[in-house]
């Protein structure tokens, strides 16, 4: 799979990169975590720009994040409001950089109908953030692409980790109101 990418990435640049960032986030046949590296060490050989890979990178997941965002939106769920309105923009956020989440995040924000604008800026932030971790590791790394994933692989861990820990002390002390 590794080889299409390569080649897609090589026959059709930026385009490519958008699409594939696209389809990651649409239907994720292909992390994230190939693409944007493959298209950072294109970029480290000179066959295209950083900053043109980490745009393409960060337009195409954001058109695939809208889709979801829009299509949930039409569903709605309104129980669940004062979350959105609370802790929404965070949450989209940093949804945006950790795997599998990143996929899913504009589903609870479309049906939460957390507001159009918001979403976009979170969103593209944290999109934003991810593809040139990931399109930046490639570009240094160059041949070194194995390395990719023991380098990047303890900092979502620890992104995890650290939600998880940070959920853990509010449920700990969280206090109804009465």
């Not at 380098?151 to 998880?164: D, E």
């Amino acid at each position: 799979m590794g080889e299409w990418v390569v080649r897609l990435i090589e026959q059709s640049g930026y385009l490519g990169v958008a699409f594939l960032m696209f389809l990651e986030t649409i239907f994720p046949p292909i992390p994230s975590e190939v693409i944007m590296p493959v298209a950072g060490i294109a970029a480290a050989r000179g066959n295209l720009t950083l900053w043109g890979v980490i745009a393409s990178g960060t337009a195409g997941a954001m058109l695939g994040n809208t889709v979801w965002y829009l299509a949930a939106r039409a569903l709605g769920l309104l129980p669940f409001r004062a979350f959105i309105d609370r802790y929404g923009t965070f949450f989209v956020f940093m949804g945006r950089m950790l795997p599998t989440v990143r996929s899913l995040v504009s589903v609870p924000a479309g049906l939460l109908k957390m507001r159009f604008k918001t979403f976009v800026i979170a969103s593209t932030l944290g999109t934003a953030g991810w593809t040139t971790m990931l399109a930046f590791a490639g570009y240094k790394l160059r041949e070194n692409f194995e390395e990719i994933d023991s380098w990047l692989g303890p900092i979502s861990n620890a992104i995890l980790l650290t939600l998880a820990l940070g959920y853990l002390w509010r449920v700990v002390r969280y206090k109804p109101k009465h």
